[in-house]
């Protein structure tokens, strides 16, 4: 039983090879396969990866050749007496446009003169002798062929002109015989033996004939360029067949100045491409960077991503009164840091402090809410999904309290482009104190109060700006008195000239829960305290001459109010 198993077992085998010998013998479909001698060529198995360049040659046959004469060379197993390998080529095209293959595509074909190029390229002969021109036929057998072995092996379809790189990996496309370098001298072409076939090629009318259908592009079949570049300008590539009509033919990409290279596919028509520059685009790109100031940023950390945005940037085109809306992707495992989203709001003043952010600027008007409602005063609303509206100018802080709720709600803030700044669940009940709205840009910013779990909800509502107070501007000795609303981060700010060298001393400590804030005018903190019994004096260093600003904040929900003295010594 064992034997007899293991005997048809053999068989079997036997089976599938043959079938799988008799199924391979041509690679490309419409070639006649006709075996040259495997003294001629090396037996190998190459694939796409290994074949990079297809190399062109006509056969130069003695004249009144025919087209077995070269076919019988490759097939003769004698080339050479002297044992070394003899020569082949992996196709042979008749001039009545059949198709011979003789190697297969997998195996080495000696048709270069240059081994390197040999384990890298498919060889095709075309028939030639006498003063035989090409054919007709015999160039659209080729056509079709070149197109098969592009589509199949991801040649690109370029034709690079000049003698091709020393190193064949350097490079790909379509060369004739005459590119190919020769091995010991990389400047020379026609390989070691100096050939200067294809002869009589007529390449515009060859390349011509490509045309899509049958000859594939991929992505691979790009063109790279390198163009001198100014910061933060755009630049793309485009196309014409006409030099009147521009079609983008590649993707636009933002310079950082210096050379840049991109690369565009390439089409068979005859085409014109120009690289163009267009002006640069400040929403994906801040051009001509002096500083960053990190101190304001949000910086939230995901995996290996840690988004940063908020920042201050000194730039050619932004200074401290723009904001930076910005998120970073910084991933730890690739050490990449890349651009997600940018947006930067100009004009917005100078700010302190990352959540909320404090405007140094003033803006001292009331909103309107729902353009009638007035701030500070309580209002009924009954809602199933009310959305009221306020239009705040840049550097407004929209505060709301609800007084009452018959149940949660959700808020959905969004802002006058439509992006969502917030949305929380609002408890049932008693007071309860929302998150400032800081408007960065100016319009009409919209609530949309929806019932959490029930029908709908009853609220009393108040709302208020807090930045209503203007900058109150003290010297040395001046006593600060100031009593602040019950609204949560409700705040008065002042400012105070001071040198570099001197000490700002503040005589009392702010209550539980208040908070003095002293900022440069940059914006960043340079002290800050959160009161609650303390009697520590409060001192800052300055370090820079120039104006500082006090803020105090409210953190309690309750009305606070706090009173002291403030001295620059020396
Ligand atoms: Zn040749």
Redesign the pocket.
Known sequence: MRTESSGRCVLNFILVLLFHSAAHAQDYPGAIWNPANTNNYGVASRTATSIRWI??????DAPGSDCSVSQNWFKNPDQNTNGTPGTS?HYVICRDGSVVQMVRDKDIAF???NFAYNQQSI?I?HERHDASNWTEAQFNASVQLVGWLVAHYSVPGIFPSGIASADPSAASGII???Q?PNPTNSALG??LHG?S??VNWDWPHYRGLFTGSNFLLTAQHAVQVSVPTRDGYQYQVFSSTDLTNWQPASARITACGGNESFSFPTTNAKAFYRAQELPPDLRTHIVGLTNVFLDTARLSGSGNQMTIGGMRVQSRDYTFDDFVIATYGLDFCRQSFLLQQLEIVTNVGATCGIDPVFFLRDTTNSLLVNSSEAENTIHPINTTGLTFTVVMQVGNMFSMITDSASAPYRIVITDPTGRALNNYISPPGGLSFHPPVNAFRPGQYSFRLEPFGAASVSLNLRFRNLNHRPTVTVNSGATISQSLEAYWFDYAKFRISASAGQTLRFASTPGLNETVTVCNSLGLVVGEWTGGGSTTPLIVSIEGTGDYFILYVNKTGASSSYSTTVTLTP
């Open positions: 190399v062109i040659h006509t056969t130069e080529a048709h270069a003169g060889g002969e004739g015989h005459d190919v026609g390989g050939k076939d294809p």
